[in-house]
């Protein structure tokens, strides 16, 4: 007989595989770019989010996936990705006419926060969603798997690991960044976060991380989040299915390719981190002091970013496979299962 206990397994799956990276990720990309916001960006991201404590964008790094979600929340389910429509591991590129679809991806979405979240005409919650939305999908666009269409984004390539069947997305997500770490609470990504930070001020990262944010621009985020996204997905083609996807459904993945791909699952979280923290500053110098200092003589664009998303194109295969999965970004396990 199908149990209560079913039931609400099932109902835990699903919420858990909401998270995308997983929590664990995308808390550690906050606390990396707080350690880098400047203190004027720092107490104003602080006030926009009513959270004064020293976890005030690792405590909302999540709600994205927890909004989308919800049945109010759906809507915002395609800005979690973009569905680069290419062909790994032969071709890795990303094309934002091609492949952001017409109800936006995840390179409109944050040229639409970015300007919202300054924008003075708006309500303190639009703000405070709109800060929300970025600190979330600066962590997704590293993600590979987030930047790519194939098997819908890895959601639909089979796998084992560490004996558990599941899919290479949520792998990458959450249960490879999980096996490293140990965990996922705040404390885990605080003590991943102090590690890379440590790599980037004085270790590893300290030469490529100026090249991180080179060019970034607030005044064209189109261009800027498409290099974000290209970046990851090249990564698709050389770590991610080197030799393609039958490769890896021969054997568990533990340890021999978590091996191979974990440099770059942290190599990522890294530059996110970066990133975000670099954006946040650079948006506050730019759209936000100016403003509150009664300077704000930008011309004023549509609020709901219509004029950002590409001209509308044909349904192609891999968008109406994104749609069977009605926009979801992201499978689980079938079951709910703790490391
Ligand atoms: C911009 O954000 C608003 C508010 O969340 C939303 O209604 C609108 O659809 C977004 N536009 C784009 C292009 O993402
Ligand atoms: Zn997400």
Not at 48 to 63: K, M, P, Q, R
């Amino acid at each position: 007989m199908p149990s209560i206990s079913k039931v609400a397994l099932t109902a835990l799956a699903s919420v858990q595989g909401a998270q995308a990276w997983g929590v664990l990720g995308h808390a550690t990309v906050a606390y990396i770019a707080q350690h880098y916001l400047n203190s004027a960006t720092a107490s104003w991201a602080q006030g926009v989010l009513g959270d004064t404590s020293t976890s005030y964008l690792a405590n909302i790094a999540s709600w994205a996936d927890d909004y989308r979600a919800t049945t109010a929340g759906k809507w915002s389910a395609p800005f979690h990705f973009i569905d680069a429509e290419d062909n790994p591991p032969t071709s890795c590129n990303v094309d934002y006419d091609r492949d952001c679809g017409s109800a936006g991806c995840s390179i409109s979405a944050m040229a639409n926060y970015t300007q919202r979240v300054g924008d003075g005409r708006l309500s303190a919650a639009n703000v405070q969603q709109a800060l929300k939305f970025l600190v979330h999908f600066v962590g997704d666009l590293t993600q590979p798997l987030h930047d790519e269409a194939y098997e819908v984004g890895g959601n639909d390539i089979d796998v084992t690991y560490q004996g558990y069947s599941d899919n290479l997305h949520a792998d990458w997500d959450t249960y490879i960044p999980e096996t490293l770490v140990g965990g996922d609470s705040l404390a885990d990504a605080q003590t991943w976060a102090n590690t890379l930070v440590g790599d980037i001020t004085s270790g590893a990262y300290k030469s490529q991380a100026a090249s991180w944010i080179a060019g970034d621009d607030v005044n064209d985020v189109i261009t800027t989040a498409t290099r974000w996204a290209s970046d990851a997905n090249a990564y698709v083609c050389t770590v991610v299915m080197p030799n393609g996807a039958a490769a890896l459904q021969t054997g568990d993945l533990y340890p021999t390719y978590y091996n191979s791909v974990i440099g770059t699952v942290e190599l990522q979280i890294a530059k996110a981190g970066y990133r975000l923290g670099n954006w946040l500053n650079m948006v506050y110098s730019a759209n936000i002091a100016k403003r509150e200092a009664g300077d704000d003589a930008a011309p004023k664009p549509d609020l709901l970013g219509r004029d950002l998303l590409p001209a509308a194109r044909p349904a192609t295969r891999a968008k109406l496979a994104r749609a069977a999965m009605e926009g979801a970004c992201c499978k689980s396990r079938d079951h709910d299962h703790k490391h």
